[in-house]
Nanobody
Framework: QVQLVESGGGSVQAGGTLRLSCTASGYTASTPCMAWFRQAPGKEREGVAF????????GYADSVKGRFTVSRDTTKKLTYLQMNSLKPEDTAMYYC????????????????????WGKGTQVTVSS
């Protein structure tokens, strides 16, 4: 059974930093594509960033480019989201997601592209 568990969320002031972690377990197939999503109250879940199976390719939503960085340690089955210069509008529940795909960049920001999800970690940014 594949499982994803997020950690690292919390409450920070605007301009602060947080690093989220996602631990994967139960994978027996090839290394999956990984992504981070977020969902604010009353809003749809949106893609934040993705990273390829080998870690060499990444992509970001326009709203976080230059502030967030996604990375992974495949040996430890960990995926990270470093969040700098946080803004109140970054407040949301953050989820990691995984999928097996020939191209990790294809449709990466669509919720329906992923079949494995964590339960999320809350990030709250105050002004």
């Amino acid at each position: 059974q594949v499982q994803l568990v997020e950690s690292g969320g919390g409450s920070v002031q605007a301009g602060g930093t947080l690093r989220l972690s996602c631990t994967a377990s139960g994978y027996t197939a090839s290394t999956p594509c990984m992504a981070w999503f977020r969902q604010a109250p009353g809003k749809e879940r949106e893609g934040v960033a993705f990273i390829s199976a080998g870690g060499g390719y990444t992509g970001y939503a326009d709203s976080v480019k230059g502030r967030f960085t996604v990375s992974r340690d495949t040996t430890k089955k960990l995926t990270y989201l470093q969040m700098n210069s946080l803004k109140p509008e970054d407040t949301a529940m953050y989820y990691c997601a995984a999928r097996q795909a020939p191209s990790c960049s294809s449709l990466w920001s669509q919720v329906k592209s992923y079949n494995v999800w964590g339960k999320g970690t809350q990030v709250t940014v105050s002004s």
